[in-house]
């Protein structure tokens, strides 16, 4: 069976894997002149910057990619658990520290914060008990088919409805458990996780928290762009071929069946089975112009996007000895202000520092920076009047708690903005993780892993079922895989 993969993310490259593993012939195309998608590397000046994802939870889903290819993982793809998963800072001198470590994290943010450690330790088992309620049934497994539905464990779920909190927000859900706004604001952060507001996203999305302090958080031993040298080191070894610079233009539909591409230049290529890892709005409004649209998919409301600056700094800062930093403000006002399509005038700063953790990603007694901020997708703003802005209270953010003029000590900057992110990935309005949760119905209402209306026509990555993020990104790869196996 010959299957076409259109682009060469990280939901593509895994799905790719899988279909060689089977023994198909694969082919992947790729418009730009890297695979990777969000994911990739890139250097100025001698600092290395990772473009996209800073965090790496749920790496069995990687393992489990080269169990299937029955080759070794590690010369290919090493990593460590991290200590402390990130450090947050507030205006008034508050500094919070929280760990890997479940109980570590428990005892910091009852002593930081003055939370009863009761209440922690509840909010963690409530956390991994939405996992274990919803978590491999809805996951890893297409939510448009009956046999998804008709198991024990989705009726024993059924009986759980109300712990679910699909009746409130994640913000409701939080406020009514901790007593301390900064706690509150320290777990509704997890909405941004895939691009949604804790003001209007479901409480459900407590969930989040699990996948990092249930399972952990890593660091790839050679930064983030490892795990995509390694997908694409282990499909070349499977056979999968990767074409760079190859534009598709066309998805080829015949009798209500897809039966293969056409390339910007023209050439036609049949394939048995096409699988799509654009954005399902681009697929639907560039790729099957011939056909109905989706019109449920292009009017979803977007996720967020992000402002991020990569900032060589020219010093190391011991106050920073860590990888992830969050700079935090009222979250309140940050979602009101995206929302809006405004940029607010005291951001939250999300700082991930890799020269920390992975040698030679900076010159000797620097570090490399990536900081980001989260923005609305685009709607037309002028971003570079807002970029200016931006980074104008990002700096004054920071040297207000650092206590120090940080603008002199960056050396080299590149900035990545929502028009950029659109241009380089295809993500729709340059939103970061295709449509947002925000209302309780939003993941059933996210595009299917399987056309219902073009026989073997699939669909992949962070635009569709199940979700943003590298780990749901892996999982609609196999989720395309039982569905074609089938």
């Not at 074409?243 to 209500?256: E, F, M, P, R, Y």
Request: proline fraction near 3%.
């Amino acid at each position: 069976m010959k299957v076409a993969i259109i682009g060469a993310g990280i939901a593509g490259m895994c799905a790719a894997i899988r279909m060689a593993a089977r023994g198909y012939e694969v082919d992947v195309y790729e418009k730009s002149d890297k695979v990777g998608g969000k994911l990739h590397s890139f250097s100025v000046d001698g600092y290395r910057f990772d473009f996209g994802p800073s965090l790496f939870t749920m790496p069995h889903y990687l393992e489990e990619l080269f169990a299937i290819a029955r080759v070794d993982i590690e010369p290919y793809f090493q990593y460590k658990k991290l200590d402390v998963l990130c450090r947050y800072f507030w205006d008034d001198g508050t500094i919070c520290d929280t760990y890997t470590d479940l109980q570590k994290s428990v005892d910091s943010i009852s002593q930081s914060l003055g939370e009863d450690s009761k209440k922690v330790e509840a909010h963690f088992a409530d956390s991994k008990l939405k996992y274990e309620l919803t978590g491999r049934t809805f996951l890893e497994n297409s939510l448009h088919k009956w046999k998804t539905w008709l198991t024990k464990d989705v009726a024993y779920a059924m009986t759980k409805l109300h712990k679910l909190d699909l009746l409130t927000t994640m913000h409701k859900a939080n406020a009514s458990r901790f007593i301390n706004k900064k706690t509150i604001q320290l777990f509704d952060r997890y909405a941004t996780y895939n691009g949604s507001d804790p003001y209007k996203a479901p409480g459900l999305l407590n969930i989040i928290p699990h996948f990092e302090y249930g399972f952990g958080a890593f660091i790839p031993r050679k930064g983030m762009h490892q795990i995509t040298i390694a997908l694409h080191e282990l499909g070349l070894k499977l056979g999968v071929k990767y074409h760079t610079q190859a534009n598709v233009s066309k998805i080829l539909v015949k009798d209500g069946q897809s039966t293969g591409i056409q390339l910007m230049q023209g050439e036609v290529l049949l394939f048995d089975k096409v699988i799509s890892n654009c954005d399902a709005y681009y697929t639907y409004k560039n790729l099957l112009d011939d056909f109905p649209r989706s019109e449920h998919v292009l009017k979803q409301e977007r996720s967020s996007s992000a402002l991020i600056f990569y900032w060589g700094i020219n010093r190391e800062f011991e106050e920073l000895d860590l990888h992830n930093i969050l700079f935090s403000n009222d979250y309140k006002k940050e979602f009101d202000s995206i929302a809006s399509g405004s940029i607010y005038d005291d951001p939250t700063v999300y700082i991930h520092i890799t020269s920390k953790q992975v040698k030679d990603d900076a010159p000797q007694g620097c570090e490399n920076w990536f900081t980001m901020i989260n923005v609305p997708y685009d709607a037309g703003q002028d971003w570079d009047i807002l970029i200016k802005k931006a980074r104008k209270d990002v700096v004054t953010k920071i040297n207000k708690i650092l206590k120090i003029d940080i603008s002199t000590h960056i050396v080299c900057e590149e900035i990545l903005d929502p028009r950029r992110i659109q241009a380089q990935t295809s993500s729709h309005t340059g939103s970061l993780y295709g449509t947002s949760s925000n209302n309780k119905w939003a993941a059933f209402a996210r595009h299917p892993n399987e056309s219902s209306h073009i026989k073997n026509l699939y669909f992949l990555g962070g635009s569709v079922h199940p979700g943003g993020g590298l780990p749901l990104c892996m999982l609609s790869a196999k989720i395309v895989d039982e569905l074609i196996h089938e």
